[in-house]
Nanobody, 122 residues
């Protein structure tokens, strides 16, 4: 059974940095595409970034140059380093996994964590 557990959320001032982490169990990164998503109340969930086993990444335009997705294939952990945070980055952040095939946050992901909240104050 695939389980994803996020951590690292919190409150930070605009311009600050924070690092989110996700521990994955029940899957092997070699066969999965991993991604970070976010959602605010009343809005659709949006993709933030994705990473394939070989390290290739994709980013939403809204976070490009500020966020960095990375993973440790040996430890089955996924991170999201967030710099130059803005109030509009405030959201619940979710870690997700997609088995095989293409890897992009615009695609459908099957496995989801419970989320971790980020609040950025101005």
């Amino acid at each position: 059974q695939v389980q994803l557990v996020e951590s690292g959320g919190g409150s930070v001032q605009a311009g600050g940095s924070l690092r989110l982490s996700c521990v994955a169990s029940g899957l092997t990164f070699r066969r999965y595409c991993m991604g970070w998503f976010r959602q605010t109340p009343g809005k659709e969930r949006e993709g933030v970034a994705s990473i394939d086993y070989d390290g290739s990444t994709t980013y939403a335009d809204s976070v490009k140059g500020r966020f960095t997705i990375s993973q440790d294939n040996a430890k089955n952990t996924l991170d999201l380093q967030m710099n130059s945070l803005k109030p509009e980055d405030t959201a619940m952040y979710y870690c997700a996994a997609r088995w095989g095939g293409d890897c992009d946050y615009t695609l459908s992901f099957r496995h989801w964590g419970q989320g971790t909240q980020l609040t950025v104050s101005s």
